[in-house]
């Protein structure tokens, strides 16, 4: 369902005063994130607003840092971790687009240098700490001085995750109900728990054959599991955050993976089927199977990749990281 006549632009012109009072300069980072309980499915593809809530912890450190200054011989610069980028690939479009939306048509040709500090082995999408940088950037850079939360609705229309890289710590995005989006929006939980790790298993590092929009879309118009995922993702974001208020790491653990592996249901069940695993993949899967039987309190999330994100506490770091020599370890509470 999408709402036609709501687009980004005039979305973004109600916030923003006539006059733009550009600087020189401008630098903001965003930390990547790690959905606990998905979001899978819009209910408008302009405005990236979702068919459910969602539940993450951002990565501390982890994200991207993005520069903004003029170009001083006239045209717009996408530089994307210290290389210049042709003006038509498709992520300098994309960053310049977003950026267009605050420039307005102003000529005010622009250097965006986006630097990613995700390790390259972790295999971790950069789409939602780079528009949330993004927009953090801009906000400064034109002296917007933007609520939180409308530059977590802004950021989400560069893309869905992006208003969840906002924020630090456990994150939720509200659905929200309004045409316009701007009730769309994450938040902070008050919630730490320091002994929380996160391992990411890269099992491969090839191009995905769907990206997450065009999946989200296949699988809202075949799948016939789809219909059960709003309902669950509802009820799995009230689990989860019981648990974290209880730290509860068993309930939490549990929740999170039920949550991955139902919505992968949903996308193995679209048409043609929609399978982001590799054999690796479930080798992983099993291996964590077995450890838990063994007594090792350890879960996994995937996105809409082959990769795996491992769930566990400090007290089983060391066991784990003997498992899978390859995990690169995050702890998104450890300051
Ligand atoms: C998530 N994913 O909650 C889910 C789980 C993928 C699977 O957010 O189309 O890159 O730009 O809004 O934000 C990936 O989706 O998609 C994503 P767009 P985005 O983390």
Redesign the pocket.
Known sequence: MSNNSINKASVVNRYLQDRLEPKDYADAFAPS???LC???G?RDGEL?LPVNS?L?VSLAHLGSHTKISRSEDGSDKVRLNNKDLPSDSDFSRKVIDFVDLFRRGQKIPLIVDTRNNIPTAAGL?S??SGFAALMLALDDFFSLNLDKSVLSAFA?M?????SRSIYTGFVRWDMGSRADGMDSVASQLDNRWPDLCIGLIKVSSARKPV???SG?QRTIETSKLYPSWPEQAGSDLITLEQAIDEQNFAQMGACAEKNAMS?HATMMSAWPPLVYWLPESLAVMQQVWQLREAGVAVYFTM??GPNLKLLFETASLSVLQTEFPIMEVIQPFSD
């Open positions: 994130n790690i959905a998905k979001y899978w819009k990236n969602s993450s999408a789409s939602a989400r560069g893309s869905g995750s992006a990206d997450s929009r989200m919505m996105d809409a």
